[in-house]
């Protein structure tokens, strides 16, 4: 310390010559009238010696807390004397050269800007300016210009452009004063405004003068007139009047000359400022016009190509792909409505939103495409000053919830009991007795009637013809008897419970089964000999069903069968998918995420482009198509088969664009138009080991995990048969970005000129003669759910209470089951049946999104442990009643819906105020809800499982009022808000018990967006502290024992049963009796628990529903025509180790 200030002391004595030139100076400032100006031209003129020969006097003059700055300034305020003006400005000069921001940012704070710019136009005003003056005056704008945030508006304020610009018009010859001219406009142009009236003043056309074809001079005069023109050009007005004076196929001229002529790259800078002018001209239709018609496409293409070995040219290549993807003319989706192709009239249609727009959409309107795909420029340049960037709010405040009156409970009964009581007989657990002999667990019918059938042994062997293999998904009956087979199916009794007939029942469903199995190809016990269409060729098979019931405890595949039969599609579905009738057994290798290839997109963004500029090289060949009476099946040997007729899927059109490619187009969810993701289909008649491409088209959201090393699933039956029945993560060459199908301002939620995003992936296939299917994720359809809950059923065991009632009937005429689990109690004593009937509740419901396939697998964990016969699992089910609704949404699954029910609604948007008729299971569980609450009976944990498309792990989201206070700027200061953190202790637990689980991605803040699911309306309104949300990734985790592997439903069904063991921990937590005897030990473990996480400082970080942030992708993601923010706009990626596609990932998931 000594030594530093005795160094800072030998520094002040030495330099104390310059202090005493700026006391001087200071002197001279203060005089009323400077008079002497000798004295001040002397004063200024020695301390820019003293600057320009010792750096030291810099530092001492722009030292922290030295008034040298003002005291320069001032001077060059007052003075008028040339001489010391130009000593002055060349005094900053040499300041501001060196130093970086800090010495600008004092030259800013002091007024400085503005002083110089006043002298500018001053000085401008003369009939002869000095040209020193002016060269000194931008040299030293051009230094601060770029930094200062506010030198557009102050130099416009002040008058300054047009001095600027008039002088670049008389001195386009002088080089000298040009650059630093230049280089001050482009600041000048980087003002939305100031491009604007520059324009006006001829400033493009200067440009364009200035800018030429190669040249080896003056290349960095050249560079900054190309950003000058980009900057002005980002104006329509200004792009308009370049295209208006032919620049687009200038532009494209001077492109291709310096591509042609700077054979070493030396100025790929100044190639990549000419692309930006054309990038943001074309961000006007006719500029996009004037495009094409000079032929940029083939051009950019072209050049690109060549460029594309040269990894330094990537930025270019880059460019050249955006404009073109811009360029590139919208496209009409191959489909003569973009509503769902299957129809389910409603009985009531909603009031508003988009159901009732559909429903009031006159006949004949074309919802394809609208005038809006046009992207009429009629957005004239803003006039107004936009500059306000600081005041620009976080966007991802707005959504949160900052009402605290809607933030605090408002257990309300809204409805009369009376009303509720009807769901009393839901709740026998809480009248129970047990005191009658019967057996407690026999519960009546429902009213439905017995199955006639009689007992079989099992069948596990299929036998299939050679047709059935090739003709893939299994047909349950044939058409003729397909009335009769559904009437059949309603007397299936599902949803029951056959006490004491359980197993006779078992046997007799087998019995249908073979009845099913005879009306495929009448084969089944009496060898193969089958009756498919292409039986001619005599030839037999004898397939053996994978023994998945023996690896799968809940799969058994004549009971699927049986299921199936059950279930009411809209389609009226009359075939099984292989997979969901086999069964799947989790791999045991491990599948990691994949690692993203180096340029994947783009040439995927190249191959598309290829069809526009060799049109004769596409098929176009229209190989499945539902829209048609007669979907064609081409059996020509030249592409492959697709079907996707079959319970959850939703495929509605295939294309054969090239000999291996093929367009695929999902269908929508019934009485929507929109909501493509989730897919499910088969493919056949392939080649083996050719790869394939298929590019699904119409996808919806701007973003994927799918860009995040997340991989399509695969099952493949000859797989299946030689022993491996399971879905595989599989796909090369993935990735998800935005294409050329315009989206209709309809399907688009009223948003004009946006576009479909294409999923593309590359699939090469093992076997010859395959049936293979894909799948966003595994599937799990509704017959599937049935079929376990009959096999959980048969789980049970005298300590277990089991009970499976229907809880309404869906839309679509399936049943909603309802679950009760507990433990029976110890024995019919007072206390015992006490203690049974006021065990706390626990409420668990799932897949109210039916594409999320992953909640259910994570539910099926979640039964199989409550039906276990672990003591853990015993001590849980006598700790609580668990009342579970494990699919909410039984007609979206069937239908092969993403979002909706039939509806055409987002039944985790109606809990406010859900419709019996509309949305009945919403309703009815809502009831149970109010009706536990009504009796005091209010659960202790509340969660809907979800899956998550943009994050991976698994999380929650839960209710906290005072973190969703602390995310807002709310001034209500959280002190006075009371709030319990129990609502914490439940994710902590499940952060250490379960591999998958991430605390961090937790948050626990109520978004206005989500005021209607199911967490916020059970928190708020049911009164439930702890209710959430759980979402599982349907990619894979990036921390934890999985890290970096994908998600498979091992770990989802562990997820599960480690919410129950989270469930067992937190009731010991929270037993006021096992308080009483572990006092001081488990008050510690709960004030850990929500010490650690919970101390005020540190609330979870919000996160958006919209979660992994845009995929920033330089090129990509921004070609959107009107888009604006060009992440690289300023500075070219020059490092060829930095991957532009890839680079940002980690740091934004
Ligand atoms: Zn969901």
New binding site residues.
């Given amino acids: 310390l000594q030594c530093e200030w005795a160094g800072q002391n030998r520094c002040r004595l030495n330099s104390s010559r310059v202090l005493m030139l700026l006391g001087q100076l200071e002197r001279l400032n203060g005089e009323a009238v400077v008079t002497d100006i000798e004295a001040i031209r002397q004063v200024t003129g020695k301390i820019l010696h003293l600057i320009q020969t010792q750096e030291k006097t810099r530092k001492e003059i722009m030292t922290k807390g030295s008034s040298g700055m003002e005291v320069i300034l001032t001077s060059l305020e007052n003075t008028r004397d040339l001489q010391t003006i130009l000593n002055i400005l060349c005094i900053l000069n040499e300041l501001l050269t060196v130093g970086g921001g800090r010495r600008v940012g004092v030259f800013v704070s002091k007024g400085g800007t503005a002083i110089v710019l006043q002298l500018l136009v001053q000085s401008g005003k003369e009939a002869s300016p000095s040209e020193e003056l002016m060269l000194h005056l931008h040299s030293l704008l051009a230094k601060v210009g770029p930094k200062d945030r506010k030198f557009g508006i102050k130099a416009r304020l002040n008058g300054a452009l047009n001095v600027t610009v008039n002088l670049l018009k008389q001195n386009l010859q002088n080089h000298k004063l040009l650059l630093p001219c230049l280089q001050v406009l482009r600041v000048y142009s980087s003002n939305s405004v100031n491009a604007v009236s520059l324009g006006k003043s001829g400033v493009v056309e200067l440009m364009f003068k200035v800018i030429g074809p190669y040249s080896k001079k003056n290349t960095t005069l050249l560079k900054v007139a190309l950003d000058t023109l980009a900057a002005l050009l980002k104006s329509k007005m200004n792009a308009r009047r370049a295209v208006d004076r032919a620049h687009v196929p200038a532009l494209l001229a001077i492109y291709q000359d310096w591509h042609r002529n700077d054979t070493r790259h030396r100025h790929m800078l100044i190639r990549k400022s000419i692309l930006g002018c054309i990038k943001n001209i074309t961000n006007i239709k006719l500029g996009r016009k004037a495009f094409i018609d000079a032929d940029g496409m083939r051009i950019l293409y072209n050049t690109s190509a060549e460029c594309l070995p040269v990894r330094t040219l990537d930025p270019l290549v880059n460019t050249s792909s955006l404009i073109m993807r811009k360029c590139f003319p919208k496209n009409r989706l191959p489909l003569p409505t973009i509503k769902s192709v299957f129809h389910h009239p409603l009985q009531h249609v909603p009031a508003s939103g988009p159901v009732a727009q559909l429903y009031s959409q006159p006949p004949g309107v074309d919802d394809v495409v609208d005038e809006s795909d046009d992207n009429e420029d009629t957005e004239v340049d803003t006039e107004n000053d936009t500059e306000n960037e600081e005041d620009e709010k976080d966007p991802r405040n707005d959504d949160i919830e900052t009402d605290i009156n809607k933030l605090r409970s408002r257990q309300v009964l809204t409805r009369p009991f009376e009303e509720l009581r009807v769901y009393e007989r839901f709740f026998r657990e809480f009248s129970e007795d047990f005191q009658v002999k019967a057996l407690p667990l026999l519960i009546e019918w429902e009213g439905l009637e017995q199955p006639n059938m009689t007992l079989q042994s099992p069948c596990l062997m299929l036998c299939l013809n050679k047709w059935a293999i090739k003709s893939p998904s299994f047909r349950l009956w044939s058409n003729g008897t397909v009335s009769s087979g559904m009437k059949e199916l309603h007397s299936i009794p599902f949803g029951i419970c056959w006490d004491g007939v359980c197993d006779k029942l078992e046997l007799e469903l087998v019995q249908g089964l073979s009845q099913l199995l005879l009306d495929a190809s009448q084969s089944v016990n009496g060898g193969c000999g089958g009756e498919g269409p292409q039986e001619e060729s005599g030839e037999q098979a004898v397939l053996e069903v994978p023994d998945t019931a023996a690896l799968l405890p809940l799969h058994d595949p004549d009971l699927y069968l049986v299921m199936v039969k059950g279930t009411c599609s809209v389609p009226g579905y009359t075939e099984v998918a292989y997979p969901d009738y086999f069964g799947h057994v989790a791999p045991n290798f491990r599948e990691h995420i994949l690692e993203r290839v180096y340029g994947v997109q783009r040439s995927k963004i190249f191959q598309d482009i290829e069809r526009l500029i060799h049109p004769t090289d596409i098929l176009d060949k229209v190989v499945y198509d539902l829209d048609l009476q007669s979907c064609p099946v081409i059996d020509d040997g030249e592409c492959l088969k697709f079907n996707s007729q079959f319970e959850s899927g939703n495929l509605r059109k295939a294309i054969q664009v090239r000999k291996f490619e093929y367009d695929l187009v999902l269908n929508s969810d019934i009485n929507s138009n929109h909501y493509h993701q989730w897919f499910y289909f088969e493919v056949s008649s392939m080649r083996v080991g050719v790869p394939y491409r298929f590019n699904i088209i119409n996808c919806e959201k701007s973003n994927s995990q799918f860009n995040y090393g997340m991989q399509v699933l695969m099952y493949s039956v000859q797989d299946a048969i030689s022993g491996s029945p399971r879905w595989v993560r599989t796909g090369s060459d993935i990735c998800y970005y935005k294409n050329h199908f315009s989206r209709s301002s309809i399907a688009a939620g009223g948003q004009k000129g946006k576009s479909y995003y294409t999923m593309t992936f590359t699939v090469t296939f093992q076997h010859k003669d395959d049936v293979c299917y894909f799948a966003y994720h595994y599937p799990y359809t509704y017959s599937t759910l049935k079929m376990h809950l009959q096999k959980l059923r048969a789980l049970r065991t005298p300590q277990i209470y089991y009970r499976q009632e229907q809880l309404c009937e869906t839309l679509g005429g399936n049943c909603c089951p309802l679950l009760t689990i507990t433990a029976m109690p110890e024995s019919t004593g007072n206390d015992h049946i006490c203690q049974f009937r006021n065990r706390p509740v626990v409420f668990l419901t799932a897949r109210?999104?039916p594409g999320?396939t992953n909640?259910s697998w994570v539910m099926k964990g979640t039964l199989e442990f409550l039906m276990s016969s672990s003591p853990l699992a015993q001590s849980l089910r006598e700790s609580y009643i668990f009342k579970i609704i494990p699919m909410l949404n039984p007609d979206g699954v069937i239908n092969g819906n993403h979002r909706c029910s039939l509806s055409g609604e987002d039944l985790?948007r109606q809990w406010l105020t859900p419709s019996a008729e509309l949305h009945p299971t919403i309703y009815h569980t809502k009831s149970l809800l109010q009706y536990l609450t009504a009796i005091g009976r209010t659960p202790l944990v509340f969660c809907d499982y979800?899956?998550h498309s943009r994050k991976k792990n698994v999380f929650m989201y839960g209710c906290s009022i005072k973190e969703t206070v602390w995310q807002t700027n709310v001034s209500a200061s959280s002190s006075d808000l009371q709030e319990d953190l129990g609502y914490r202790t439940l994710p902590k637990l499940l952060s250490q018990l379960a591999p998958a689980f991430s605390l961090s991605s937790c948050s626990f803040v109520v978004e206005r967006s989500k005021e209607s699911t199911a967490r916020v309306v059970v928190w708020r309104e049911i009164g439930v502290q702890r209710s959430y949300t759980m979402e599982s990734t349907l990619c894979g985790c990036d921390q934890g024992k999985y890290k970096g592997l994908q998600i498979g439903t091992r770990e989802l069904e562990e997820m599960g049963s480690q919410f129950c063991v989270a469930l067992l921990r937190l009731r010991r937590l929270t037993s006021p009796l096992e308080l009483r005897n572990h006092h001081t030990h488990l008050l510690d473990m709960e004030s850990d628990l929500i010490e650690t996480r919970c101390n005020i400082t540190c609330p979870t970080t919000y996160v958006m529903e919209e979660d992994e942030p845009a995929f920033l992708e330089e090129v990509d993601y921004s070609a959107e025509s009107d888009e604006e923010n060009d992440p690289d706009a300023d500075h070219a990626h020059l490092d060829p180790s930095s991957d532009p596609e890839f680079t940002h990932q980690d740091s934004l998931t």
């Fill in positions: 109210v999104h999320e909640a985790n979800h899956g």
